[in-house]
C-alpha cells in the first residue's frame, strides 16, 4: 500500500514537473516573439514611411513593396477593405523593395510624387495602369509618366526632383531595412511587429484580427 501510494505521488509530481515546463517553454517562446516584434520595429518604419490611417490606430500594418509586382497590386485592395472595415483601428505604412528591375525608378517618381503632395493618388494610378509599363516582369518606368499625367501632378517638376540625393537615401534606407527583416519577395506584410507566418490573403486577415483582438479588447 506504501509502494503504491509512493509510485501515485512520484507520478502526479512528474506530470506537475512536465505541466510546470511547458507553462515555462510557452512563457518562454511567447516573451521571445514579443521581443523580435520589438525588434522589428526598429526596421520597420522609418520617419520618412508613407502612413494611411488615423495616427492613434493601435494596429499597424507594414507592407514592403514593389509597384512593378503584379501581387502587390492585387493585395493592396484587401489591404484597403481591411482598413475599411475598422475604420480608424488600422494603419497602413508602405517600404519600398524594388525587387524588379526599373522599380527603383517608378519608386523614386512616387516619392517626388509626394513632393506634391501626392503620394496614395500616384500609387493608385501607377497599380493601376501596372499592365501597361510593365514588360516581362520588367518596369519601363518611361511609360509611368503617362499613368501620372491625370492626377494633377507637374511632371516636369516631378523628373527634376526624383533623382534628388533625399529620395536616394531614403529609397536606399528602405532597402537596408527590407534585408535586415529578411524580405525576400513582395508583398511582405507585418501586422504590429509580427510577420505573416505563411503567404495568403486568408493568413494576413488572421494576423490583422488577432491584432485588432489584443488591442482593443
Excluded at 3 to 30: M, W
Excluded at 62 to 91: Q, R
Excluded at 123 to 148: G, Y
Aim: aromatic share 8%; hydrophobic share 45%.
Amino acid at each position: 500500500m506504501k509502494q503504491k501510494t509512493l509510485l501515485i505521488v512520484s507520478a502526479t509530481l512528474l506530470i506537475l514537473a512536465f505541466i510546470g515546463g511547458a507553462l515555462v517553454y510557452d512563457a518562454k517562446r511567447s516573451e521571445e516573439a514579443a521581443r523580435a516584434a520589438q525588434h522589428n520595429l526598429s526596421f520597420l518604419v522609418r520617419m520618412h514611411s508613407p502612413t494611411q490611417g488615423k495616427a492613434s490606430a493601435k494596429v499597424h500594418i507594414v507592407e514592403f513593396f514593389d509597384p512593378a509586382c503584379g501581387t502587390c497590386k492585387a493585395f493592396y485592395p484587401f489591404v484597403k477593405k481591411l482598413m475599411a472595415a475598422n475604420p480608424d483601428k488600422i494603419k497602413l505604412s508602405v517600404r519600398y523593395a524594388p525587387f524588379h528591375d526599373g522599380s527603383d525608378i517608378v519608386v523614386k517618381m512616387l516619392e517626388a510624387a509626394r513632393k506634391q503632395g501626392k503620394f496614395w493618388e500616384a500609387m493608385e494610378a501607377v497599380l493601376a495602369t501596372q499592365e501597361i509599363w510593365t514588360r516581362n516582369h520588367r518596369a519601363q518606368p518611361q511609360l509611368v509618366l503617362n499613368s501620372l499625367g491625370g492626377i494633377g501632378l507637374n511632371l516636369e517638376r516631378l523628373q527634376r526632383e526624383m533623382d534628388a540625393p533625399e529620395i536616394g537615401a531614403l529609397v536606399a534606407q528602405d532597402i537596408a531595412d527590407g534585408r535586415a527583416l529578411n524580405v525576400k519577395a513582395t508583398p511582405e506584410f507585418f501586422v504590429n511587429g509580427r510577420p505573416m507566418p505563411s503567404f495568403g490573403y486568408e493568413q494576413l486577415k488572421d494576423l490583422v484580427e488577432t491584432a485588432l483582438a489584443d488591442a482593443y479588447r
